[in-house]
């Protein structure tokens, strides 16, 4: 059931503030940052904050990275239902219980804490949309706004989706010797090393599983490594 949105967007800037999520300013009606350096502007500050939010029509941007936070983009739309196929690639295990919002298309972002995680994506790892924002309609989907359906506490992110979600051009090595360019020898505890940075001296024993997102709908809106996750 959605979360009746009564409360103003400075009022839910604060409230992101107050969990700990670094906010911006995003142009009205649009996804788009507001600020000079998008959502590397976002902020605690609340001072900042109340500047940005109050007599403004502003959308609301959290900025994921420096939040900690890895967002699962569930895309619903006419040529495909990236809820079922989440699902399907689950492969019959659940997602924990955590807070979501319905997107202005009717998809879902789940957002999880990133424990242990650290950006990929220029260290700060992107940024979403966050309620009340509208965004008009666009070629990439219609008119809505974007709402809590619960008020749960964010959820940390499982360990076994993370390494699901892994990227592509990388493989985890068990613990290991490796053999680099550099020509040196180095011990690893099971870290994430691309693929066309070094050689691996024996075949890995996991090779991470990254859907193909554009294609079956659901993505990461933020991005992570899993070098720290051990």
Not at 59 to 72: E, Q
Not at 138 to 161: M, Q, R, S, T, V
Not at 173 to 178: E, F, G, K, T, V
Request: glycine share 8%.
């Amino acid at each position: 059931m959605t979360v009746i949105q009564t409360q103003t967007t400075l009022q839910f800037a604060n409230s992101y503030i107050d969990k700990g999520l670094p906010v911006f300013p995003i142009r009205p009606d649009l996804k788009k940052p507001a600020t000079t350096n998008g959502f590397k502007d976002a902020t605690l500050d609340q001072e900042v904050v109340e500047g940005w939010f109050t007599n403004t029509s502003f959308n609301i941007g959290i900025a994921t990275g420096l939040a900690g936070l890895v967002v699962i983009d569930i895309d619903l739309k006419a040529d495909k239902d990236g809820a079922k196929n989440f699902e399907d690639w689950l492969a019959g295990r659940e997602l924990p219980l955590t807070l979501t919002v319905r997107t202005r298309s009717g998809g879902l972002h789940y957002f999880f804490r990133g424990t242990g995680i650290k950006s990929a994506q220029d260290k700060q790892g992107g940024y979403v949309v966050a309620p009340p924002s509208f965004v008009e309609a666009d070629k990439k989907g219609p008119a809505g706004y974007y709402e809590f359906i619960n008020d749960l506490e964010i959820a940390d992110l499982p360990e076994w989706l993370a390494r699901r979600f892994a990227p592509i051009n990388t493989i985890l090595l068990p613990a290991r010797r490796y053999f680099s360019r550099k020509l040196k020898w180095g011990p690893i505890r099971f870290q994430q090393r691309k693929m066309t940075w070094g050689v691996c001296l024996r075949r890995p024993a996991f090779v991470p599983l990254q859907p193909k997102t554009q294609n079956i709908g659901f993505r990461l809106a933020s991005y992570f490594d899993l070098a720290r996750m051990t």
